[in-house]
């Protein structure tokens, strides 16, 4: 079964606004720590947003002020939102989390959303 599902990526005008989403299965106990990553056309990935199975929230500098990373735990969900949307953020966008299950803690993936900023 797939561990990790992301939605909420599409076109956007910039100055716009979208929300992902990193949900995990039901099959899964809780959520540990959660990070959102991206990667552009050309550049190599890097770390956007982190959150701690505590909720302690760590931001890199090119999302400071736009965006916002939270979690659900009842849901088994996490979230990115982003708001005050640049070109420069078009973006392949990954979450990666820390999942318990009955396997135990495990680190996955999720299969990446496109977030495309354009006019």
């Known amino acids: 079964q797939v561990q990790l599902v992301e939605s909420g990526g599409g076109l956007v005008q910039p100055g716009g606004s979208l929300r992902l989403s990193c949900a995990a299965s039901?099959?899964?106990?809780?959520?540990?720590?959660m990070v959102w990553y991206r990667q552009a056309p050309g550049k190599q990935r890097e770390l956007g947003a982190s959150?701690?199975?505590?909720?302690?929230?760590n931001y890199a500098d090119f999302v400071k002020g736009r965006f916002t990373i939270s979690r659900d735990n009842a849901k088994n969900t996490g979230y990115l939102q982003m708001n005050s949307l640049k070109p420069e953020d078009t973006a392949v966008y990954y979450c990666?989390?820390?999942?318990?299950?009955?396997?135990?803690?495990?680190?996955?993936w999720g299969q990446g959303t496109q977030v495309t900023v354009s006019s």
């Open positions: 990666n989390a820390n999942l318990n299950g009955r396997a135990g803690c495990t680190n996955y």
């Open positions: 959150i701690s199975s505590g909720g302690s929230t």
């Open positions: 039901r099959s899964i106990f809780s959520i540990g720590a």
